[in-house]
């Protein structure tokens, strides 16, 4: 979907690096979420946020933080990188509540040596 | 933990066959949608599916849930090539926080 856009869209990188993923939105959306995708796990909500000042943690927020700088964007940050971080992160929106259809960006496919 | 548990795992059918896929979750929950990923690619909206609905079609799918049994269905009719995908359910809860809780998947893959 290229309403939402995801950069960079793979990074390699070493243990203990600081990492900035960030994703913008053309759709209007309020609502943005991070996920992470492990094979086999499905899906796992890491951070969402409702508006620009409304951040709320997901089920593994641990090692992450996020940033809501404007309506469009949500960025997601890995303070010091480790190696079971090596996932397929995705970026969501959508536009009002839990009735409503989230919508994906292709994800950014992160390795961590 | 994961909220909706797809079945099965993975699936192989042959093209124009119709394909089946479960999902089971635990809590009480207001919605439960399906999402098609292809390889690759981000997660693509297919159909919701109400908590007071029974059953829903949009083109080639039918989705079935059954609040007493906590289970869905996706039902993809004469299966394509294109359909090859991994499908996930999620859900919505009444309670907690307003966020959806997605499944393992299923692998579908259609032979030509």
């Known amino acids: 979907d290229a309403d939402v856009t995801q950069t960079p869209r793979n990074r390699i990188t070493k243990t203990g690096k600081r990492i900035m993923l960030e994703c913008s939105q053309t759709k209007g959306h309020d609502r943005m979420y991070w996920y992470r995708q492990d094979p086999g796990l499905g899906l796992r909500l890491i951070y969402y946020?409702?508006?620009?000042?409304?951040?709320n943690k997901g089920e593994i927020s641990d090692g992450y933080s996020v940033s809501r700088q404007a309506q469009a964007k949500f960025s997601l940050s890995l303070e010091s990188a480790i190696p079971n971080q090596t996932a397929l992160y995705f970026c969501?929106?959508?536009?009002?509540?839990?009735?409503?259809?989230?919508?994906f960006g292709d994800g950014t496919r992160l390795s961590i040596l | 933990s994961q909220q909706g548990e797809e079945d099965p795992q993975a699936l192989s059918i042959q093209e124009g066959e119709n394909a089946t896929m479960n999902c089971s979750y635990k809590t009480s929950i207001n919605n439960l949608q399906w999402y098609r990923q292809n390889s690759g690619r981000g997660l693509v909206h297919l159909i919701l599916i109400r908590s007071n609905e029974r059953e829903k079609h949009s083109g080639r799918l039918r989705v079935t849930l059954d609040t007493s049994k906590k289970s869905s269905s996706l039902l993809i009719t004469a299966s394509r090539a294109a359909d090859t995908a991994s499908y996930f359910c999620?859900?919505?809860?009444?309670?907690?926080?307003?966020?959806?809780?997605f499944g393992q998947g299923t692998r579908l893959t259609i032979n030509p």
């Open positions: 999620a859900t919505g809860s009444v309670q907690g926080a307003q966020k959806l809780v």
């Open positions: 969501a929106t959508s536009l009002g509540g839990l009735s409503q259809p989230q919508h």
């Open positions: 946020s409702f508006d620009v000042k409304d951040i």
